[in-house]
């Protein structure tokens, strides 16, 4: 029989647009986000992957989630992911979510409006945010704004590869109703270039997280940790970037992923601007 650990892409955490496993966290508390982060890529590639069919892609994905709960040994990943859980006392409701958002993958190849979208991004984002959040012992207090960074990042990769995910998977993210507003449709990201109405239409959905960017915003200055709150800081800046640059740019014929100069480069701002937000933030409580 197949393990899971059989279905990888090769895909690890250094291959994200964005830090998962940053060095930043103390490895305390980078150990189990690695750990989380493998068990989630294979889940991933799991659900995307070229040759299985949908009834062994979801049988592969509950034999995943048994072994995470106790109800089998038969893939590494759950159970190591079920050791570092029950040594925490932290409950698998997040990697569970996560396993709801990949059979949504498997299973739905359309989303209807921008509230449907969101409702994925509960499933596939938002618990990624929460599991570093409790990882660290941070109060749920921090789970709202980092639900809204979490929804932006899903999105981001979204857009940037709506093409791709058409093409390899016949599976769209794109809100219906926003083509069909725009005046398209589907058949638009099969070509080399946007047309005009695709290109507004993606546009137009990269400026609504602005709105989320806003929301998540306050997240550093929740969390209690320094190292975390870092983190955030170089994560939000690198979202930043990348919703001006969708706004901007066309992903089916521009470059809308960084180099990895760039990424290095434009973390590092963050990590600045976090750094001097943590300083002004101590020093301030200290005045007052």
């Known amino acids: 029989m197949a393990q899971a650990s059989d279905y990888r892409s090769g895909k ?3 291959d994200e647009n964005f830090p998962v496993a940053s060095l930043l966290f103390a490895p305390e508390h980078r150990a189990p986000i690695v750990c989380f982060y493998e068990f989630v890529r294979t889940a991933d590639d799991i659900a995307d992957h070229p040759t299985l069919g949908e009834a062994e892609k979801l049988h592969a994905l509950d034999r995943l989630e048994k072994s995470l709960v106790g109800k ?4 590494a990943e759950g159970v190591a992911l079920r050791e570092v859980l029950t040594e925490r006392g932290m409950p698998t409701r ?3 979510d996560l396993l709801t958002a990949f059979r949504m993958d498997v299973t739905k190849r359309r989303y209807r409006d921008w ?4 409702n994925y991004c509960s499933y596939s984002a938002m618990p990624v945010g929460r599991y570093v959040l409790d990882v660290h012992g941070e109060s749920r207090d921090t789970w709202k704004s980092s639900d809204a960074i979490c929804a932006v990042l899903q999105i981001i990769n979204h857009i ?3 093409q791709k995910d058409y093409r390899s998977l016949d599976r769209v993210y794109i809100p219906q109703d926003a083509m069909e507003a725009a005046g ?3 058949s638009a990201l099969d070509k080399s270039k946007a047309s005009p109405q695709l290109r507004d239409c993606l546009h137009k959905l990269a400026a609504r997280t602005e709105v989320y960017l806003r929301e998540g915003d306050p997240l550093p200055d929740l969390i209690r940790n320094t190292r975390a709150s870092l983190w955030v800081s170089v994560v939000q800046e690198l979202a930043q970037r990348l919703v001006t640059i969708l706004q901007q740019r066309d992903p089916l014929s521009e470059t809308v992923h960084f180099s990895k100069p760039a990424f290095v480069s434009i973390g590092l701002v963050g990590l600045m601007k976090g750094g001097a937000r943590r300083l002004s933030r101590r020093f301030g409580h200290q005045s007052a």
């Not at 089998?72 to 893939?75: I, Y």
């Not at 509230?115 to 969101?118: K, N, S």
């Open 184 to 186: 398209t449709d589907v």
């Open 160 to 162: 940037q590869d709506c």
């Open 72 to 75: 089998s040994d038969a893939d």
């Open 115 to 118: 509230d449907d979208l969101i």
């Open 12 to 14: 690890t955490h250094r």
């Open 94 to 96: 997040h990697a569970q």
